[in-house]
């Protein structure tokens, strides 16, 4: 059973940083895509970054590009989601997702199989 597990949220000041894992395990695939999403409260889910495991291509949303970067570390099929210059719109919950067999970086939703609970970012003063 695959299972993916996020850390890393809390609250943080406008302009801070902070840095979110999610673990993957359950899968022995050696093809497949991450991807972190975000949901704000009355708002729909959005598509933050993603990274494929077959050579790291990166993709950013508009929104994000520029602060947040995206890695892994397939030893231990961990994601990182590094953010940087955060702001108040940047607050919602983080989810990680896991697409099998994803070559390609997307994110769609719709490509993804697997989620994790979600990790609350809040940034306020």
């Known amino acids: 059973q695959l299972q993916l597990v996020e850390s890393g949220g809390g609250l943080v000041q406008p302009g801070g940083s902070l840095r979110l894992s999610c673990a993957a395990s359950?899968?022995?695939?050696?093809?497949?895509?991450i991807g972190w999403f975000r949901q704000a409260p009355g708002k729909e889910r959005e598509g933050v970054s993603c990274?494929?495991?077959?050579?790291?291509?990166?993709y950013y949303a508009d929104s994000v590009k520029g602060r947040f970067t995206i890695s892994r570390d397939n030893a231990k099929n961990t994601v990182y989601l590094q953010m940087n210059s955060l702001k108040p719109e940047d607050t919602a919950v983080y989810y990680c997702?896991?697409?099998?067999?994803?070559?390609?970086?997307?994110?769609?939703?719709?490509?993804?199989?697997?989620w994790g609970h979600g990790t609350q970012v809040t940034v306020s003063s």
């Open positions: 997702a896991f697409a099998l067999g994803l070559v390609v970086v997307s994110i769609e939703a719709r490509d993804y199989d697997y």
């Open positions: 359950g899968f022995t695939s050696d093809y497949y895509a």
């Open positions: 990274i494929t495991s077959s050579d790291g291509s990166t």
